[in-house]
């Protein structure tokens, strides 16, 4: 305030009132409205402004008027009478706002040119390249358990993880260290039901890497031994996109991310030859400021090796973050914020062109459903439909989670529920889907292409070579147990005996005692008993009486007593684990 006053009467030459004190504010104000990133409308709109808050100030266009001294034209207090401020003073009250206004744009722009990159404008992959796959751990479920798998009930596509080396100087790739691709086809049976989906028309891909054991890149020694390691599993399920989940050591494994790039690149180019063509995605952990400095150092060695990358994935995850009161989706969309960022400047650092849609026709986000690892950090419905509402608005091209497997709620004999478990989320789900929720808006392929459902070749029933026994109703079948039916291979929910055939149409899936896998494949092998050699143990007898513990021999086959029998077939325990006095041995 001071003895000068808010009116500026008095004629010193600090005062606002004074002509040379009033033409300087008048050429910082001119001077403030040309301020550059200053989004007013162009030319014309900086004009139309700078008319505005000119005027507002007293500093309007000069006109001098005959026989006055120009010096009153400048003066608030001795303004001339025609003048449109005649009788006026100067409000410093409307300065003081106007300065305000003015100020907070040109800090507004200073603080924006102290930013690197700006926000990419938005507009994002189109409908046909937003796609949504959630992550299945296909070595959790066999036998019965695939009557209850969600792997073939989810909206999308799937992500199958996670393919890693047999050793950590063992180049052969498996799924997770544990089983061979064949081990994979037998006990998960993994080839048909892919087979499945891709008739269905789904879209598939095949993570390797994760958290957990040796990265292929880090066992095999060459980028050719690598290249081949890769293509045996894309060529085994006909796979056409590919996710690499680096994290853990081997963000920073200089070697194995030098082979990675040129391995990847070599099949990019052989897929190229033969007229395909091969999607590659980087699935790499972020902060809520995006990606770290290793995983913006993998983007890079990918590009730097001529690979075409399709997109990075944020591994929306495991935040620990300071501010303990944040929601997970609002650290998640802080990181992708930050990652769109990044993108835009590697693509940019190295001479490459970002598509149509920009960086967010790029990205990727995977949340982990339900409870992390961070006990303090769960992902609710409520923040998978704030990230799925942010990833529609901004174009994101790929949706997935962490995973599929664990899409329901625990049971109640699961009481710890901030502990991660593979199998639920940690969260009461009340029927409904985090799948259904972050597939919304995101109905399209990786490829942008539709892929249209088709059926494949028939194979006929035959007992001879059909990879399962055929189904008939006269057999007692225990859960778990697979049977074929007209082509196609089924496995029993519950034990059930003469009821209705696997793919009866009138039976909704709820009500039916089959659920159905997959095809039969023209490469399936036929179905056997292990042998044992003659002798190992007598033959059964129909006439013996056998307690429990007794072996025998009946077709070439080893069977041990469960208890007390006569009279009764061993063979039938290969399809009635429940009722029948006899088990099957292996054979071993």
């Known amino acids: 305030m001071g003895h000068r006053g808010l009116r500026g009467v008095h004629h010193d030459r600090d005062a606002v009132g004074h002509r040379a004190s009033h033409r300087r504010a008048c050429h910082g104000i001119r001077s403030l409205v040309r301020v550059d990133g200053l989004d007013l409308g162009g030319k014309e709109g900086r004009r139309r402004a700078r008319r505005r808050l000119l005027s507002a100030v007293g500093c309007g266009p000069r006109r001098r008027a005959a026989g006055r001294d120009r010096s009153t034209l400048m003066s608030p207090v001795h303004a001339p009478r025609r003048s449109r401020f005649a009788g006026r003073q100067l409000s410093f009250g409307r300065l003081a706002l106007s300065m305000a206004v003015v100020v ?84 998960f049976q993994l080839d048909r039901r892919v087979e499945r989906m891709q008739r269905e028309g789904r879209p598939l891909a095949v993570s390797f890497g994760g958290a957990l054991n040796t990265e292929l890149a880090s066992a095999c020694a060459t980028v050719d031994a690598l290249a081949t390691a890769y293509r045996t599993v894309l060529d085994r399920y ?147 439909r704030a990230l799925a509402d942010y990833a529609t608005a901004q174009g994101i091209a ?14 109640s004999n699961y009481p710890l529920v901030h502990r991660v478990s593979p199998l639920c989320s940690g969260v009461d789900q009340a029927g409904v889907s985090f799948a259904g929720i972050l597939a919304d808006g995101h109905t399209g392929t990786p490829s942008g292409e539709p892929l249209t459902p088709h059926d494949g070749p028939i194979v006929p029933d035959d007992a001879a070579t059909s990879p399962f026994p055929l189904w008939t109703s006269q057999s007692f079948y225990s859960a778990g147990v697979f049977v074929v039916w007209r082509g196609s291979v089924y496995v029993s929910k519950w034990w059930n005996e003469d009821g209705p055939q696997p793919d009866d149409p009138s039976l909704d899936a709820a009500a039916s005692a089959w659920t159905y896998v997959g095809p039969v494949l023209s490469s399936d092998r036929p179905f056997t008993l292990p042998q044992l050699p003659e002798g190992t143990y007598p033959e059964w007898s129909a006439t013996g009486l056998y307690n429990q513990g007794d072996r025998v021999l009946y077709d070439g086959s080893g069977y041990e007593a469960r208890w007390w029998s006569q009279g009764q077939r061993p063979d039938r325990s290969v399809l009635d684990h429940d009722y029948s006095p006899w088990k099957l041995l292996d054979g071993s």
């Open 104 to 187: 907070t744009l040109g800090l507004g722009a200073t603080a924006a040119a102290l930013v690197p990159t700006l926000p990419p404008a938005v507009a994002g992959a189109d409908a046909a390249h937003r796609w949504f796959a959630p992550y299945y751990d296909v070595t959790l479920e066999s036998g019965d358990e695939l009557s209850r798998s969600t792997m073939d009930d989810a909206p999308g596509g799937l992500v199958l993880a996670f393919v890693v080396a047999a050793g950590d100087d063992d180049c052969t790739p498996t799924w997770g260290r544990t089983y061979t691709l064949d081990d994979a086809a037998q006990r």
């Open 238 to 384: 006909g796979i056409d996109t590919v996710d690499l989940d680096i994290e853990g050591d081997a963000l920073d494994d200089a070697a194995a991310t030098a082979r990675r790039a040129a391995a990847i690149a070599q099949l990019q180019k052989q897929r190229s030859a033969e007229g395909t063509s091969l999607q590659v995605w980087l699935t790499l952990p972020v902060a809520p400021d995006g990606l770290t400095a290793q995983g913006s150092a993998q983007v890079s060695a990918m590009l730097d090796g001529g690979v075409e990358i399709a997109g990075v994935n944020a591994m929306t995850m495991d935040f620990n973050a300071d501010d303990h009161a944040a929601s997970t989706s609002s650290l998640a969309i802080s990181a992708l914020d930050a990652t769109a960022r990044q993108v835009t400047d590697l693509w940019d650092a190295h001479g490459r062109t970002l598509p149509p849609g920009g960086a967010w026709a790029l990205l990727g986000a995977t949340p982990m459903i339900g409870q992390s690892d961070i006990e303090r950090e769960v992902f609710t419905l409520d923040d998978a």
């Open 398 to 411: 790929r949706m997935s989670m962490w995973s599929l497997n664990r899409d329901r709620t625990c049971g």
